[in-house]
T-cell receptor
Framework: NAGVTQTPKFRILKIGQSMTLQCTQD?????MYWYRQDPGMGLKLIYY???????DKGEVPNGYNVSRSTTEDFPLRLELAAPSQTSVYFC?????????????FGPGTRLTVT | QKEVEQDPGPLSVPEGAIVSLNCTYS??????FMWYRQYSRKGPELLMY????GNKEDGRFTAQVDKSSKYISLFIRDSQPSDSATYLC???????????????FGQGTILTVHP
């Protein structure tokens, strides 16, 4: 199993541009999460999904959108990039039947908005 | 006031030292306490978790929870250079139901163990 994969690894965006961060997992996990990690700030939850077609907001959803059309994929969309969205973005997943707080993380996408 | 506070360090220790990493929290609803380890340029991975107050040991690692003081610790004995990483405490308020496994993370402590 590849686990949780994220693309791209790095990206530089100009202010106002849009992009989609891709996340795919091959573990048949029901739950998926998007976090952002800023220096010295820990991880903040952006959006999460409990299954295909079901998504909900986390702690910091403004400026982002998500969709979950399949079990495997959970893309994160940035519509009008702002410098405040410069961060490292992590996607995570977990099995519904597993320990509820054991999340499996991808390697991250480093995004810079200038 | 942040729900979870963690000293960001950085912490630098010699190989073989005992390391103590700590977090405090303010939300009494937290019932599960996790430690995630994050190597440089990687995603976090679950290291240990505890549910109740007291100690839980796993090899060189001991997780300690004091719910009365709202204080948790991770101790690393005989620290190794391979332990160099960022350690994140994380907390959850419900094992199921409507929490959906949502975690509240501390800021993370950067640890370097030098030979």
């Amino acid at each position: 199993n590849a686990g949780v994969t994220q693309t791209p690894k790095f990206r530089i965006l100009k202010i106002g541009q849009s992009m989609t961060l891709q996340c795919t997992q091959d573990m048949n996990h029901n739950y998926m999460y998007w976090y952002r990690q800023d220096p010295g700030m820990g991880l903040k939850l952006i959006y999460y999904s409990v299954g295909a077609g079901i998504t909900d907001k986390g702690e910091v959803p403004n400026g982002y959108n998500v969709s979950r059309s399949t079990t495997e994929d959970f893309p994160l969309r940035l519509e009008l990039a702002a410098p405040s969205q410069t961060s490292v973005y992590f996607c995570a997943s977990r099995l519904k039947q597993g320990f509820v707080y054991e999340q499996y993380f991808g390697p991250g996408t480093r995004l810079t908005v200038t | 006031q942040k729900e979870v506070e963690q000293d960001p360090g950085p912490l630098s220790v010699p190989e073989g030292a005992i390391v103590s990493l700590n977090c405090t929290y303010s939300n009494s609803a937290f019932q599960y306490f996790m430690w995630y380890r994050q190597y440089s340029r990687k995603g976090p991975e679950l290291l240990m978790y505890t549910y109740s107050s007291g100690n839980k040991e796993d090899g060189r690692f001991t997780a300690q929870v004091d719910k009365s003081s709202k204080y948790i610790s991770l101790f690393i004995r005989d620290s190794q250079p391979s332990d160099s990483a960022t350690y994140l405490c994380a907390m959850g308020d419900n094992a199921g139901g409507t929490s959906y496994g949502k975690l509240t993370f501390g800021q993370g402590t950067i640890l370097t163990v030098h030979p």
